[in-house]
């Protein structure tokens, strides 16, 4: 049964993507469903893993804002699923690291708009954790991302 919320099927591989991997979404009967992520994934296949990638451009500036330095976190990692050969598609994990929990919370429809613009509907494993600050003092996100591509 697909999930209405995320768009995941629970505890089923979903169809293969064109030279994607199977992925199943984890999903424990019982618990509640999330929403924008998933409890888990399994994956099999060839593992793409990011260091932490923060908001800022090829000449190294940030943009004023968490959801604009979150966006183009999201392109960056985009950009790196790229050189391996992957997509969104093949998301299984992404740990955010932010300095403000609250900045992160404030603003949820454009921080999903910025999301579903480089990954769509993609929701893999999830966590957020608020850090004191981060290795670049302008940063506001880092973000790890872990692909599996066939």
């Known amino acids: 049964m697909t999930d209405k919320i995320n768009g995941h099927s629970d505890g089923v ?3 293969p993507v064109e030279s994607g991997p199977v992925h199943t ?3 424990p009967a019982g618990w509640p469903r999330p929403k924008g992520y998933a409890n888990g994934m399994m ?3 060839r593992v ?3 260091g932490g990638i923060v ?3 090829a000449e190294g500036r940030f943009p004023e804002g968490f959801v604009a330095q979150a966006r183009q976190t999201f392109a960056n990692i985009a950009a790196i699923l790229a050189e391996a050969g ?3 598609e093949h998301l299984v994990r992404l740990t955010w690291y932010v300095t403000d929990i609250d900045a992160y919370l404030a603003d949820g429809r454009a921080l999903g708009a910025a999301y579903r613009e480089f990954f ?3 929701f893999p494993a999830m966590a957020t ?3 004191v600050r981060l290795v670049e003092p302008e940063a506001l996100v880092e973000i790890e991302a872990t692909a599996v591509l066939p």
Do not use: C, I, M, S
Request: no cysteine.
């Open 13 to 15: 591989a979903t169809a």
């Open 25 to 27: 979404v984890l999903q």
């Open 43 to 45: 994956a099999e296949g």
């Open 48 to 50: 793409v893993v990011t």
């Open 55 to 57: 908001g800022w451009d």
């Open 86 to 88: 992957a997509g969104p």
């Open 120 to 122: 769509g509907r993609n």
């Open 129 to 131: 954790v608020q850090v």
